[in-house]
């Protein structure tokens, strides 16, 4: 008979959960693994959707894009399952900033080429040495005054954390430092609410851990990043991975929602608990999920409730982020002079995205897509009022609003029959679709813009996630944190990895990061050290 009690169980199916059920049984073939995913889908914060009427685009209403030069994992990870035989996953340079790209600010609109060519046109109060800049060169040259030297080309990404992390201001550790403090030390007011509202993002600039945050912010907008997106979906990549784990003899149960674990002092065995009832016994239990899941798990498992355990997992702050999709007839935007990258505005949408093809080219014609809000932070709340109540998800006693209207898009009204397209399940409200409409014209100094075709949302502050990414605490020293928590009591067979405890929070780089540093326990080593073998 099998044995009933598994030797590895893994809770979640994003890339970290998937990466490791495959790496582990295909090191170990008579290991037995089971990946228990909550939510009826393989891939976590990666989800890329069809538009309903374009064939060939694919919105990501999660993760979108990589940095091959400074994420080796994921770089060596796509080069290894692009082998053989079976779809290969394909990227596309992925642009962002564009020198004939639009920043409205202020009631001002502005080309991006303007800080430099057009100082004048400015509308913020700058120094005559933040005068003729852009934002992000106003941000690294910051940077530099903090931890001279961090910015000369050539340095690698261990360098400038080691930098970083060694580094003292003012006579204080930089650890024990917030980024917009340190920022605020070096550069005038103006200059950082420039930063904030032209660089497109609140919380990257927030005050969270300055040692973790400059080389963060170096790796992602510093020297001359290149981006590259997937012309598939970015959700490929799990998805692919399950595929992967399957055919390696793994088993993923979707739609188990997991409430709690014990684990045994007499036998070493972890018993999970589901709100389905029962329970499954396990040999080692891998937690493979973001800050906000170990919160919601914390009731039910006295283990997460033990004050050193819960020091660990606490040594984060999870981020909201939202993105909302629309769709429409034609390009209406190319006649603004845009059409590809993105558009920044301090007003609530924040950022714009020209969706490209799946070649990654830009539409000048026939039906397109644009990435119409990508939100994060205190910006978020403006659409509260246009929306469900945010992170209701599992919380308890959360109230849903009734009688809610959803946009309903051509391919919903049209008659046609048919099976729920998964774009549906994303439905934006109608209320903010149609403020986001005025906002895009405004932007684009345009005084009419086409009906919106479709449209689809999602809130990564929703449980069980609790924002789209995660930010270390200031006075937490992560290089510590991240080596105790993949196992945080010692001879307790738990585990935890993902992006949240990393040091490439908000990236796929980062799940595969604290994956294979967990993966070191069952003596599995990384993809990274094996080689290519090509």
């Not at 693994?33 to 064939?55: K, M, N, Q």
């Not at 904030?196 to 919380?203: E, I, L, N, T």
């Not at 539409?363 to 469900?388: E, Q, T």
């Amino acid at each position: 008979m099998p044995d009933p009690i598994l030797d590895v169980a893994i809770v979640g199916a994003g890339v970290s959960g998937v990466y490791s059920g495959w790496r582990l049984r295909s090191a170990h073939p008579p290991r037995s693994v089971t990946v228990f995913e909550a939510s009826d889908r393989v891939g976590g914060r990666l989800l890329s959707v069809e538009p309903p009427g374009i064939e060939n685009m694919v919105a990501e209403l999660g993760g979108m894009r990589i940095l091959p030069a400074v994420q080796p994992r994921i770089a060596n990870l796509l080069k290894v399952l692009n082998r053989g035989r079976g779809n290969r996953i394909e990227t596309y340079p992925f642009p962002v900033d564009e020198p004939a790209n639009i920043a409205y600010l202020r009631g001002v609109h502005l080309r991006l080429q303007d800080f430099t060519t057009h100082p004048d046109r400015v509308p913020y109060r700058l120094n005559f040495l933040e005068r003729g800049h852009t934002a992000g060169q106003i941000i690294l040259n910051a940077i530099e005054q903090i931890v001279p030297g961090i910015t000369a080309p050539g340095l690698t990404e261990y360098q400038r954390r080691r930098m970083a992390r060694d580094c003292r201001f003012g006579g204080k550790p930089l650890y024990q430092q917030g980024f917009w403090q340190v920022l605020m030390r070096v550069i005038s007011g103006e200059a950082y609410m420039l930063g904030m509202d032209a660089g497109g993002y609140q919380s990257t600039l927030s005050n969270w851990n300055a040692a973790d945050a400059i080389p963060w912010y170096l790796s992602d907008f510093g020297v001359e990043p290149k981006y590259e997106g997937f012309k598939r979906g970015f959700q490929q990549v799990p998805l692919t991975l399950a595929e992967r784990f399957r055919k390696a003899g793994g088993t993923l149960e979707l739609n188990r929602h997991m409430t709690g674990f014990e684990v045994s002092a007499d036998s070493g065995t972890v018993a999970l608990h589901f709100t389905e009832g029962g329970s499954v016994q396990a040999r080692h239990l891998v937690l493979a999920v973001p800050r906000r899941s170990l919160d919601l798990l914390r009731p039910g498992s006295v283990f997460l409730q033990q004050r050193e355990v819960r020091t660990l997992v606490e040594s984060v702050t999870p981020r909201p982020l939202f993105k909302l999709f629309t769709t429409y007839e034609y390009p209406w935007w190319l006649p603004a002079g845009v059409e590809a990258g993105r558009t920044v505005t301090d007003l609530p949408v924040r950022q714009t995205y020209y969706w490209p093809t799946d070649q990654g080219q830009p539409a000048k014609s026939g039906p397109a897509m644009l990435m119409a809000s990508y939100d994060d932070g205190l910006n978020i709340g403006f659409w509260d009022g246009f929306r469900p109540k945010r992170g209701i998800g599992w919380r308890e006693n959360a109230e849903r609003p009734l009688n809610l209207e959803y946009f309903k898009g051509r391919s919903e009204t049209s008659g046609k029959e048919g099976e729920e397209l998964d774009w549906h399940r994303y439905r934006a409200p109608r209320a903010m679709v149609a403020e986001l409409q005025r906002q895009l014209a405004l932007i684009h100094g345009l005084s009419f813009t086409p009906e919106v075709q479709e449209a689809a949302f999602h809130d990564w502050g929703d449980d069980p996630f609790g924002g789209g990414w995660n930010s270390w605490n200031i006075g937490v020293k992560s290089w510590d944190v991240i080596k105790r928590i993949v196992q945080p009591q010692p001879g307790v067979p738990v585990y935890v990895c993902g992006e949240a405890y990393s040091d490439a929070q908000g990236w796929v780089e980062g799940a595969l990061q604290t994956a294979d540093l967990m993966l070191r326990k069952f003596r599995v080593e990384p993809l990274l050290e094996e080689g290519l073998g090509d």
